[in-house]
């Protein structure tokens, strides 16, 4: 059995999952149920100064749904807690004293002076807790005053507050990282600048649900109005892996520790994060949709899975994919791939035909001698995977490297030399070798 | 005179409480949920085989898609526009071995997508709101004569309203919707579902219905040609298969069309006589329903004896299955030698059957019996003569049933021919309505075409 122990910037737990800071982590209540069923840890909900904020009294959620409804994406207005902040520092206190073994990292927002971080920093960390997560993602409510994602879109305000939180702070700083900004990179950077022990990515996206279909306005709505949410779930996942994997292969941000945020769902996900580089993971949505036993398959899945793969702990895991990520210009443009249908799995729909034919390079055939018959056209196969990506049978179509002879398509010989963009004769810009 | 409760063949053995239980609705309908859930496991498929299973080629994964959207008007129409009787195909079409026999998810999973129910549930709201989803065309001044009110008929009479043609259907019937209304288990359609159909297809204007007449008895064929622009025949099969056994016209022995029929029409059920022991010889749906429904309504025994195999039988492998499990036992492989009679009827004798090299039933000499205080036929119809002598000696036939062309033109000029009564026809509601709309589509081209000649 692998070792799912894990320890990020010190803080042990016993499994890499925590729960972010989020509603299920606002009370002592959740989140003792939560280490009950096996949680490795908790970001306590963001607390904020004295009075606290208020949030609205009707929805503060929405989702996206597949038809069997299903959550695929979902959208939040809530604000950070609204409790007062004493009552919060009393549970924090009461947890870590009934919890050693798990992980309790408190989220803060604060307004951006000096002195206000002064006060309200040393009265967090007298709780006991393990560390501070800076929210300078949160991109609505917030961010209006100044705070959440109002931060995170500039370089220099993570840094300045990095500063001072780390000035009064003795314990670890977790920079929390808004994906509203179109390069990930400087954020990163400036809380590394800052003094930051690590980040954590992604916080929520901007986002409206939908539309109301019968009152035209948008969906939901605060008495008839309506305010951008932020966005998660499991459609947010392909954002934050590759704002994580972006960080993790950057040479100047590679060091940073990452806390992988961003739709994780079961342990497949939790295994995507890690691979890109992220040391541990946080998870909300899923838990908001399904409740803290995901844990069991989060933990179980993960453990089966470093065994199957023969690794002994998570560490082992951390970073393995981040060499395979590169830049466009680095792709081998001499390799080729060929779709191939295994007939004796198709079962005859032709979606991938009717999309290669409609969409793209017209290589899959519907008919063979008057037959309904499904087949790959070699001669216009780019490899381009839209017939594996839609075709509704695992492993009915798969990519098949062409190692040597000629590429049917262009009727070129298969070149083993690696040819990238950067040589690529037709490249204007070209380095000469 | 009250009946003898120890008859064999008495009415009211249930009460009316467990008789409106066995006849209530045989597939409920899906909720939005289900439908949606339902409508999420179809794989939209590139020349979707269930539309090539289709008689009347509805763009199946389009209707299904548009559930999916909650565009359940645009989802009816997909429907209605190719099959105008398309819920009541939902409710009794075999799609076992036609749209959902061809679905891909047979290949993956082993088990399709439930189309019918699922065009249940775009066309029911259609009804129940009598949303008008169609407009009669342009009136181009032509008329046409549909004989015979059933899907045939009713389905070109739509058509040839959409395509601006007026039509007036002479129906045989007390009610226009033939076999949909006479026909058919009642347990398939209920809530007076046939006319209700009937009326949303009437209301698209320019159609005529006369009912009480028929052919050969209140107009012939030749009356209807000169007074018409075209003549459409859609009068269905008038006359019930003998057993071909001697004396087989005994107290007892009974059409299971007709007893179907009455059944359907009846206000009380529970008035139609059952018998405690009923053999049914046929192996087509009529077989099954007239065996599932008196079984429903009491009748201790019920056999189906039928000649073939169960690959052979006109009722799918879901329909016997389903006769099964309401209690219904049935022999295969056996054909009826002799009646037994005591006054009426007592039993019959049945003779085992084998194919013989050729393919051809034959006897084995081996014999059994079954005793029976009912005895259904329901093996199968056949023109009536005297509708085909009205139509006149100049039809062509082709094995005792009209011929046409693949427009459903008959060999007479200016007459076309659809539903029961013509050669090729399998009996479904639904090629019933695909032949209406084939014909209704040639007469229209024919009726411009005469017009464009002068």
Not at chain 2, 153 to 170: D, N, P, T, Y
Not at chain 2, 335 to 347: S, T, W, Y
Not at chain 2, 380 to 409: H, M, P, V
């Amino acid at each position: 059995m692998a070792d799912l122990s894990s320890e990020f910037l010190g803080i042990k737990s016993p499994n890499p999952f925590w729960l972010a800071s989020a509603p299920p982590t606002d009370k002592a209540y959740n989140v003792n149920r939560a280490f009950e069923a096996g949680w490795g840890g908790a970001v306590w909900k963001t607390l904020g100064e004295d009075p606290p904020i208020v949030n609205v009294n009707g929805p503060r959620y929405s989702a996206l749904h597949s038809n069997e409804r299903r959550v695929v994406g979902f959208n939040n207005i809530e604000l950070i807690t609204d409790r007062p902040l004493q009552v919060n520092l009393d549970e924090i206190r009461q947890i870590k004293k009934d919890w050693p073994d798990r992980a309790l990292v408190v989220s803060v927002m604060l307004h951006m002076e000096d002195k206000v971080w002064a006060k309200y920093v040393p009265m967090i960390e007298d709780t006991g807790a393990d560390a501070f997560e800076l929210n300078f993602g949160c991109p609505h409510g917030m961010s209006e005053r100044g705070m959440g994602a109002a931060v995170g879109q500039v370089p220099e305000y993570i840094q300045m507050a990095t500063e001072w939180c780390k000035k009064c702070a003795s314990i670890p700083v977790i920079v929390k990282l808004t994906p509203n900004v179109t390069n990930i990179l400087p954020p990163a950077a400036a809380a590394r600048d800052g003094g930051a022990d690590g980040v954590s990515l992604i916080n929520t996206v901007n986002s409206i649900m939908r539309v109301n279909y019968d009152t035209l306005t948008m969906y939901p709505t605060t008495d008839g109005r309506g305010s951008h949410g932020g966005y998660c779930g499991e459609a947010v996942k392909p954002i934050a892996l590759h704002m994580v994997a972006e960080i993790s292969r950057n040479r100047d941000t590679a060091d940073i520790p990452i806390s992988g945020i961003g739709g994780i769902t079961d342990w497949r996900d939790a295994v995507d994060f890690l691979a890109l580089g992220a040391s541990n993971v946080q998870v909300c949505t899923a838990a908001m949709v399904y409740g803290f036993k995901i844990i069991d398959d989060l933990t179980d899945g993960l453990s089966n899975f470093l065994d199957a793969k023969g690794m002994s702990s998570v560490d082992q895991l951390v970073g393995k994919a981040v060499p395979s990520v590169t830049d466009w210009q680095h792709l081998n443009l001499n390799y080729v791939e060929k779709a191939v249908i295994d007939q004796d799995l198709c079962i005859k729909c032709g979606r991938c035909h009717i999309v290669c034919e409609d969409t793209s390079h017209q290589a899959i055939t519907s008919t063979i001698n008057g037959e309904r018959k499904f087949e790959v056209i070699d001669e216009e196969c780019v490899g381009c995977n839209l017939c594996a990506s839609v075709c509704p049978v695992d492993s009915c179509i798969t990519m098949h490297q062409v190692t040597d002879g000629i590429d049917a398509r262009t009727g070129q010989p298969i070149s083993r030399e690696v040819l990238d963009w950067t040589s690529h004769p037709n490249n204007p810009m070209r380095k000469e070798s | 005179m009250p009946e003898d409760k120890n008859a064999a063949v008495r009415s009211q053995r249930l009460s009316a409480e467990e008789i409106a239980a066995n006849f209530s609705d045989m597939h409920p309908p899906l909720g939005r949920s289900e439908a949606l859930i339902e409508s999420d496991r179809c794989y939209f498929c590139f020349d979707a085989p269930c539309t090539t299973a289709c008689p009347t080629g509805i763009d199946i994964p389009g209707f299904i898609q548009k559930i999916r959207s909650d565009n359940i008007n645009g989802s009816a129409k997909t429907i209605l526009r190719e099959n105008i009787m398309g819920g009541m195909c939902a409710r009794v079409c075999p799609t076992e071995v036609l749209c959902e026999l061809a679905c891909v998810r047979n290949t993956h999973e082993d088990k399709p997508v439930n189309i019918g129910l699922l065009q249940r549930y775009a066309t029911d709201p259609i009804l129940d709101n009598d949303i008008e989803l169609f407009e009669r065309g342009e009136d181009t001044g032509k008329c046409v004569a549909i004989v015979g009110g059933g899907p045939a008929g009713l389905s070109c009479a739509h058509r040839l309203a959409m395509l601006g043609h007026s039509a007036v259907i002479f129906n045989r019937d007390p009610k226009p919707g033939g076999l949909n209304e006479y026909g058919i288990a009642a347990y398939k359609t209920v809530n007076n579902f046939a006319q209700r159909e009937v009326e949303y297809i009437l209301s698209i204007g320019g159609i005529e219905v006369r009912n009480g007449v028929s052919l050969g008895e209140d107009f012939t064929l030749a009356e209807l040609h000169k007074e018409f622009d075209a003549v459409f025949l859609s009068f269905g099969l008038g006359s019930v298969n003998d057993l071909g056994i001697t004396d087989e016209h005994v107290d007892g022995v009974l059409n299971a069309v007709d007893y179907i029929a009455e059944l359907r029409q009846a206000k009380d059920r529970g008035e139609l006589p059952v018998a405690d022991r009923i053999v049914v010889i046929g192996g087509g749906m009529t077989a099954i329903d007239i065996a599932v429904q008196t079984k429903r309504l009491g009748a201790e025994h019920v056999d189906i004896v039928y000649r073939r195999g169960p690959e052979h039988m006109g009722a799918s492998a879901y329909e016997q299955q389903f006769a099964q499990i309401s209690g219904v036992r049935i022999h295969h492989w056996a054909k009826p030698r002799k009646l037994l009679v005591d006054n009426q009827i007592a039993g019959v004798e049945f003779e085992k059957t084998k194919l013989d090299g050729d393919g051809k039933v034959s006897g084995t000499g081996k014999a059994f019996s079954l005793d029976a205080d009912i005895v259904f036929k329901a093996i199968g119809q056949t023109l009536s003569d005297k509708a085909l002598a009205a139509a006149g000696g100049d039809l062509d036939l082709k094995q005792g049933k009209i011929a046409t062309d693949e427009n459903r033109k008959t060999s007479l000029p200016g007459v076309w021919a659809g539903g029961d009564c013509i050669y090729g026809h399998d009996d479904l509601t639904v090629s019933a309505v695909q032949d209406g709309k084939i014909a209704a589509i040639d007469i229209d081209q024919h009726l411009r075409e005469e017009r464009n000649n002068g």
